[in-house]
């Protein structure tokens, strides 16, 4: 199947700094893309979804302005924690679309975020 | 919106026998239904789908079931093994695979050898 790579793996921050995490296609060419977060033990919750060249369009109660999402290629999409605070210590997995694939989406590793 | 539910959330079973997972959704337009497998610290891999043309799906161990009317689907797993042990997503979307999917709240599998 298709891959998704996410970048870093693991982070730790002090707080009131932004961290800025990668999601890849390696192998195919995604116009949309996903983010989801997870608190431990709990289910995948839908932030956001990225479109390649234009806006993100966020689920509601997800603050944009916190949650910056960049698509500028068909093959690298960028979620940016700005002024990072403990509360946003989660895991955040991507997810990317494969039209040669019938559309499945495929999942990245996730990045582990701590903000201390 | 839709909402998914999903039970048990945890699932004990011993080596050799069967995990059923269940899942309801509330949104009759949904028509694409994946299922998911989360190992510790890793992303959601997909372990089979089905969509709501179909009312069953079967790959090796692996089978789902869909019941449209009821708005239920669900997954067996048969002839469990110890590597079968993580915890299962089941999502919901509209349209096509590629669609915002929305998941339940996860089945925590351990298989006991």
């Known amino acids: 199947g298709a891959v998704v790579s996410q970048h870093p793996s693991r982070v730790i921050c002090k707080s009131g700094t932004s961290v800025k995490i990668e999601c890849r296609s390696l192998?195919?060419?995604?116009?949309?893309m996903f983010w989801y977060r997870q608190f431990p033990k709990q289910s995948l919750m839908l932030m956001a979804t990225?479109?390649?060249?234009?806006?993100?369009?966020?689920e509601q109660g997800v603050e944009k302005d916190k949650f910056l999402i960049n698509h500028a290629s068909l093959t690298l999409s960028t979620l940016t924690v700005t002024s990072a605070h403990p509360e946003d210590s989660s895991f955040y997995i991507c997810?990317?679309?494969?039209?040669?694939?019938?559309?499945?989406?495929?999942f990245g590793p996730g990045t582990r975020l701590t903000v201390l | 919106g839709e909402n998914v539910e999903q039970h048990p959330s945890t699932l004990s079973v011993q080596e050799g026998d069967s995990a059923v997972i269940k899942c309801t959704y509330s949104?009759?337009?949904?028509?694409?239904f994946p299922w998911y497998k989360q190992e510790l610290g890793k992303g959601p891999q997909l372990i089979i789908d089905?969509?709501?043309?179909?009312g069953e799906k079967k790959d090796q161990r692996i089978a789902v079931t869909l019941n449209k009317t009821a708005k239920h689907f669900s997954l067996h797993i048969t002839e469990t093994q110890p590597e079968d042990s993580a915890v299962y997503f089941c999502?919901?979307?509209?349209?096509?695979?590629?669609?915002?999917?929305?998941f339940g709240g996860g089945t925590r599998v351990l298989v006991k050898p």
């Open positions: 997810s990317a679309r494969d039209p040669g694939s019938y559309n499945e989406q495929f």
């Open positions: 192998d195919f060419q995604a116009t949309t």
């Open positions: 990225s479109n390649e060249g234009s806006k993100a369009t966020y």
């Open positions: 949104d009759s337009a949904s028509n694409y």
């Open positions: 089905i969509r709501s043309n179909v």
């Open positions: 999502a919901a979307s509209i349209g096509a695979a590629g669609n915002k999917l929305t």
